[in-house]
């Protein structure tokens, strides 16, 4: 089905190179030709939704869509019963020049699907099996569903230049501040570096994932990644407890040379300003917001629901710093009660930056 945003089924072709992968089912076996424009103009951004998770994922490409200035290209694996809203709305989305979308279905391996589906939250670690169902995609940037853009994608997306010869993949870490760490206090298997590294947006050079034989703790043979993740399941299972991102964290602790680090500003999480600030690179203001811990959706952090709410109840073709900026500026100035709120300036401060950048772009090519 193609919409107004360019919708188009997945168009398998034959598998190639199964049997080294190790992946048993056929759905997941299948390789997808993936047809949207090639080369620099095309940015490839992933997201996994299952559940009651439409709307923050509506509102997470929304925020992708209005800064980015490259060609933007959605992965959006979901559940088969959130397929027909996810269409509904992007199709209303009438920017044929700014992005398309591909809608896949939630696929996992049919040796442990089960224990695929449910490990950590619904559907999560379907973000493990990407470079093994993206064939045709040589780079990506995955993130979850409660993330906001607060500046162009395509300066995260830069990063991937930035990789030396070793690096295949990019995450922040999960915390700056050892003493409120939680991997380096309480995690019961191998972790990346002093504090961990946070899996909620990760930019991937694919290609080189899919060719990378990966050093382990199972066996003196390196092995690839869709031959690794299954046995360290079976060996970690009961002592992780962030699912798939413990796995993540297990594999770049074996091949720290692998991992591109990105600071905080980028992965901004309640962590870093619940307990005082923390994120001492966010003071340039915040880059990528990411309201985990269920922030959007609860009064525990108003600074966060205050920016999710604006970003959700913003009209494309609205004015942003009447309809975005200042009503956002006017809810966070009653966060102050809070860590996070009495530095709200944080969460504007870019945001004013990339609004203004946006405005003045417009106007020069006018």
């Not at 493990?128 to 300066?155: A, G, M, Q």
Request: aromatic share 14%.
């Amino acid at each position: 089905q193609r919409g107004s945003g360019g919708s188009e089924s997945p168009v398998p072709t034959q598998p190639r190179g199964v049997g080294r992968t190790g992946l048993g089912d056929e759905r997941l076996q299948q390789r997808y030709k993936v047809p949207v424009k090639h080369g620099t103009e095309t940015m490839h951004l992933a997201v996994v939704a299952c559940g009651d998770r439409l709307e923050e994922t509506i509102t997470m490409l929304k925020s992708a869509l209005l800064f980015s200035t490259k060609f933007l290209q959605f992965h959006i694996f979901a559940e088969d019963q959130l397929h027909y809203e996810f269409k509904a709305t992007l199709n209303r989305w009438a920017f044929p020049e700014k992005f398309k979308y591909i809608l896949y279905p939630i696929t996992f391996p049919s040796e442990n699907a089960a224990e695929w589906k449910k490990l950590f939250k619904p559907c999560a670690s379907q973000r493990l099996f990407l470079p093994l169902i993206l064939t045709e995609v040589d780079s990506l940037l995955y993130v979850d569903t409660d993330i906001l853009f607060l500046r162009p994608l395509d300066d995260i997306w830069s990063f991937l230049g930035g990789f030396n010869s070793t690096q295949i993949a990019a995450m922040a870490p999960e915390h700056e501040e050892p003493r409120i760490g939680w991997y380096n206090r309480f995690a019961r298997h191998p972790y990346y570096g002093k504090t961990g590294i946070n899996s909620g947006v990760m930019l991937m050079n694919m290609t080189r994932i899919r060719k990378k034989h990966f050093k382990n703790d199972m066996t003196a043979v390196r092995l690839h990644w869709g031959d690794l993740l299954l046995p360290l399941l079976k060996k970690y299972k009961l002592n992780i407890t962030w699912g798939d991102q413990d796995l993540l964290n297990i594999m770049f602790s074996h091949n720290p040379e692998s991992l591109f680090v990105f600071p905080c500003q980028w992965n901004y999480r309640p962590d870093h300003c619940i307990y005082g600030s923390n994120c001492h690179e966010a003071e340039g203001g915040i880059f990528i917001l990411h309201g985990n811990r269920g922030v959007y959706h609860d009064r525990k952090q108003p600074a966060f629901r205050a920016v999710y709410d604006a970003f959700r109840n913003y009209t494309f073709g609205d004015n942003l710093f009447h309809s975005l900026l200042y009503p956002l500026e006017l809810e966070l100035q009653k966060t102050v009660h809070t860590y996070c709120g009495r530095i709200h300036e944080l969460f504007t401060k870019q945001l004013t930056k990339t609004v203004e950048d946006l405005y003045r772009r417009q106007s020069n090519i006018r």
